[in-house]
Structure formats: C-alpha cells, structure tokens
C-alpha cells in the first residue's frame, strides 16, 4: 500500500493546485452568481417577446421555409420548459417535443420514450441509436489517422459533402430535403470485422473516462465527431438561412428496430427556425 | 491516518478543531490535498479544479449547517467524490455509443505523459483510480470507500488491488 501511496504522492506532487486558489474560486463563484442572473433575465425577457409576438405577429410565428423547399413540420408550441431545451446536462428525457440551439438556428424535435440528451448535441438510447446536430468545419483526410491532416470544406454543403465523400466508408451523396431545407445525405460506415481491435491501429484520445481508439469523421471547434467500430450513419447536410447543419442519425448492428424506427421518427419531427 | 465511525473524515485537516473552524481555513487546509486526489482520479487539471470548487461551493452554501458538523472537511471530501463518482457515471453513460468530446488533452498530460508510472496511472480505469486513492492515499476503509463509491466492500478491495498491481509491475517493486 505504500509503494501505491508514494506512488500517487509523487505524481500529484508535480501538478499543484492553480493559484491564487481562493481568489479562483470566488470568480467562480461569482461566475455563477451572475449566470444565474443572466439566464432568469433571458427566460424572462423570451417569454415575454414571445407571448408579445404571439399576440403582434402571430400568423408569422413558425419555422421559416425556402424557395424550392417542402413545408417543414410544425414547430411545437413555444416557449419550451427548462426540461425540454437541452443544454450541457445529461440527462433523461421526457417523451415530447426538445429544443436545441446551434449557431443562430432553433432545432425541434419530438423525442420517444426511453432516450436520454448527450448536453446539447445528441440525443440516444442506450442499445446505440442517436441522433445529433452539429457545425462541421474541419474535416480530417484519413479518420483514423485523424490528428495528422485535414481538409478545408470551406463553408457550402457541397464542400463538406466533398471532403467527407474523399474518406474512406462513405456512399455518395444525393439532394434531400429534410425539415423544409434543401442539402445532400449520404451514408457513413465506420470499419468493422469480427473483432473489437479493427481500429486498433487509429490515432486514440480520451474518451469519457478511458482512452480509445476512435474515427474521427469531422470537427466542430474543440469538439470532433467520430465513429465506433461497425457504427452506421445517415448525414444529411443541410443549409439553413446560410448556415451549414450537419444533422446524423447512428446505429449500430445490434441496435433494436424499435430504436431505428424511433431514429426515423425523430429525424421526421425536426423543425428548424 | 484513521478514521472514525461512519463519518469518518478524510483529508489532511482531520486534526483541527471543528468549533475554531471557519471556511477560509477548511479551503486553505484542504485545497491542495483535494485538488491532488481529483487529479489523480480524473488526470485533468482542469476537471479536477472544476469539481474541486463545486464541492467547496457547495459547502460555502452550508456553511452553517457543515461548520457544526463533527468533520466538515470529510463533508468536504464527500461531496467532491460524490461528484467525482457522477462525472465517471455520465462520461461512461455518455460514451457509450456516443464519440465525442472537448478535448483532445491524453489524460495526466499535465504530470508528464513521458513518466512510465504516469502512464500506468493513465491506463488504469477512472474507478480503479478512485478506488486507490480513497484507500491508500485518503486511507478510507474499505466498507466507507465503497459505500463512497456505491459499490461492494469486495469490489472496492478489487478495484484497488487491481490498481495495486498495475503501478507494482510498472515500478518493478516487490509485493509488500
């Protein structure tokens, strides 16, 4: 026990605590103090410019369409409770219609029974269905050796189509309309065989509380996108007031067909404004 | 280091008089021993200093409340690996089918991923680590870590033993 015990001793020694700790910590404090603030003041004033569009400009309120475009779903009644906009929280959610933001745009959907909010980029099950929204802005040359290079897909949806079509694993595209928007879908199948260790050979980062290997597929930010071993994905990329949506629908073999079917019915019920 | 009941405190302050206490002097007792215990359960500077305020946050909310208790710094303690524990059961929940992530950092980088017992470290499993560092570094009894950690007094001997014997071949040393 006390090799372990020096052990942990010696590595925590070299990484000491930021400072000045306890002026970090009344930042933070008052951090959170004032988004607290700031997030009753947003709810209040969206309630009260909604209920005032409601009543001033109520025919116009509902998702927007395109030239050229079919007319989306109905967005479902607005304001959302705090329960039913995602935000950076796990959690379970209750069947019925969820709100997420990404960029300018306000994404619907109405989410089935038993699937649970990855923060605000997915929502899935636990036998691997999910369903996310996310910005593509970089998009790596080979997804399995991932940090090495990238290709620019610049900022149309044919861009991005082109520079996912050159990795490997994937179908080619073709035009779609989804939610009222046009854009292109195509399919996306990460490697698989008989074994867990088909990516064993890819670059590997931390994935929750382990380190993988993975297959990065695009980037939005920070944050990456990527496939497990035998994963399939249907993307459909969309341009929505000028702003480039990636919106993908995953499952795996031994995803239920109930879940596969709840991916089509969600994916039938977005609405974006 | 003991321990005492079912309560028992963990952390460096276990010696302080609790009546004298105020929360200025929990923080500057404890701060580093905390920080250090949630590095080296979630190799992430910036993870560790996250929960490490959010449990001091949260006994500055109770202070009236934690300052009367027998150990406020095993309070202490115990909300920071309660939410340690959380964090493990979301990111595993959450990684399950979904890939995805802030950041590309490899765990303990900041101790220096060059370091072999660092990296045996980084191999070890999140609740491996937490394991071993409520038992050989925070020196809780097995039955408090587990119940700590919401799992079986043999599976926390498990989980540390595991861990154990992973850093021993990695330093080569002998069994003790």
């Not at chain 1, 520079?163 to 779609?176: E, H, I």
Request: aromatic letters at 8%; charged letters at 25%; hydrophobic letters at 40%.
């Amino acid at each position: 026990m006390t090799d372990a015990r020096d052990s942990l001793e010696r590595i925590g020694d070299r990484v000491p605590a930021p400072e000045p700790a306890f002026e970090r910590l009344l930042r933070r404090r008052e951090r959170n103090r004032r988004n607290e603030r700031i997030t009753s003041l947003v709810v209040g004033l969206l309630v009260f410019a909604i209920m005032g569009g409601a009543v001033f400009f109520g025919p116009r309120v509902g998702p927007r369409t395109v030239p050229g475009a079919s007319v989306s779903p109905s967005a479902p009644a607005w304001p959302p409770t705090s329960q039913q906009l995602l935000s950076g929280v796990d959690r379970r959610l209750q069947p019925g219609p969820h709100w997420l933001t990404r960029g300018d745009l306000l994404i619907s959907f109405d989410v089935p029974t038993g699937w649970r909010s990855f923060g605000d980029l997915a929502v899935y099950t636990g036998d691997g269905a999910n369903v996310g929204f996310w910005f593509a802005d970089r998009v790596p040359v080979d997804p399995c050796r991932w940090k090495r290079s990238w290709n620019d897909p610049g900022t149309s949806v044919d861009g991005l189509t082109a520079a996912l079509a050159s990795q490997p694993g994937t179908s080619a595209s073709s035009v779609v309309t989804l939610a009222g928007y046009a854009g292109r879908s195509m399919r996306v199948r990460a490697p698989a065989d008989d074994s867990t260790n088909v990516l064993k050979d890819c670059d590997m980062t931390h994935v929750g509380t382990s380190l993988e290997h993975v297959y990065v597929r695009w980037w939005m930010d920070d944050s990456w996108y990527g496939q497990r071993a035998g994963q399939f994905d249907r993307l459909w990329i969309m341009d929505v007031h000028g702003q480039r949506l990636v919106i993908v629908a995953s499952w795996f073999p031994g995803t239920s067909p109930r879940a596969r079917g709840q991916i089509d019915d969600i994916v039938a019920s977005i609405s974006i404004t | 280091m003991e321990s005492r009941g079912g309560d028992a405190p963990i952390g460096n302050a276990m010696e302080v008089s609790v009546s004298d206490l105020s929360f200025d002097e929990l923080f500057a007792n404890e701060y580093r021993a905390l920080f250090r215990s949630l590095f080296l359960i979630t190799g992430n500077t910036q993870d560790a200093e996250e929960l490490m305020q959010d449990a001091f946050l949260k006994v500055w909310e109770r202070w009236d409340r934690v300052s009367r208790m027998e150990n406020p710094n095993g309070y202490l303690f115990r909300v920071a690996m309660n939410a340690a524990r959380s964090r493990v059961r979301r990111l595993r929940l959450a990684a399950k089918h979904v890939v995805v992530t802030g950041s590309v950092e490899d765990p303990f980088a900041a101790a220096d991923l060059r370091d072999e017992l660092v990296r045996a470290l980084a191999r070890l499993s999140e609740r491996q680590r937490m394991a071993l560092v409520l038992t050989d570094l925070l020196d809780l009894p097995a039955d408090q870590a587990a119940d700590l950690l919401r799992v079986r007094t043999p599976t926390i001997r498990s989980l540390a033993s595991q861990a154990r014997a992973a850093l021993r071949v990695t330093m080569g040393a002998d069994d003790d």
